[in-house]
């Protein structure tokens, strides 16, 4: 058996953040919004922005550009909602988005061991070359949250 007879079409979302593009499996997408007010809290994780509400849910809003890009983007055309796991439960994430969203069916390469964790896999797209994101590892979970804000208090209290 061949390699590309073991591939198989999947449905991605091909997003724009800066001037590159990446993917997310259409399978945690819940659906696409225009940006909207964030409601910013005084204690949060460095990589939650703030909330937004959404269809009566309070949505974290996840600016992932700097791990992504190297730098934080301040422009948004949308939000796009996705599906985040957080162990047995699984809840909404927002995503701010500067580009137009694509819906494209494309066999996915996963990754390997060497890729970065954020890394699902790779598509191959109008010639380029695209990582498919891993939402659950790039996006901060409340196992994460706490470990963060336990080594932000510790200097604190050594003060």
């Not at 945690?28 to 204690?43: D, G, K, M, N, T």
């Not at 460095?46 to 909330?51: A, D, I, N, S, Y």
Request: charged content about 25%; glycine content about 6%.
């Amino acid at each position: 058996m061949t390699v590309s007879t073991e591939l198989e079409l999947q449905s991605f979302v091909l997003l724009r953040l800066g001037e590159r593009r990446f993917a997310i499996s259409a399978k945690e997408i819940a659906e696409l919004v225009a940006p909207s007010r964030v409601f910013r809290f005084p204690h949060r994780t460095p990589k939650l922005e703030g909330v937004i509400l959404r269809r009566g849910r309070i949505v974290p809003v996840c600016d992932v550009s700097e791990m992504l890009l190297g730098k934080r983007l301040t422009s948004r055309r949308f939000y796009l909602i996705v599906v985040r796991n957080y162990e047995a439960h699984k809840e909404w994430v927002a995503i701010p988005v500067t580009g137009e969203c694509e819906l494209i069916n494309a066999e996915m390469t996963a990754a390997v061991e060497s890729d970065a964790p954020h890394v699902a896999g790779w598509l191959s797209h109008d010639g380029d070359v695209i990582e498919v994101l891993n939402i659950d590892t790039l996006t901060p979970g409340p196992e994460r949250a706490l470990a963060e804000a336990a080594g932000r208090q510790r200097p604190e209290a050594q003060s």
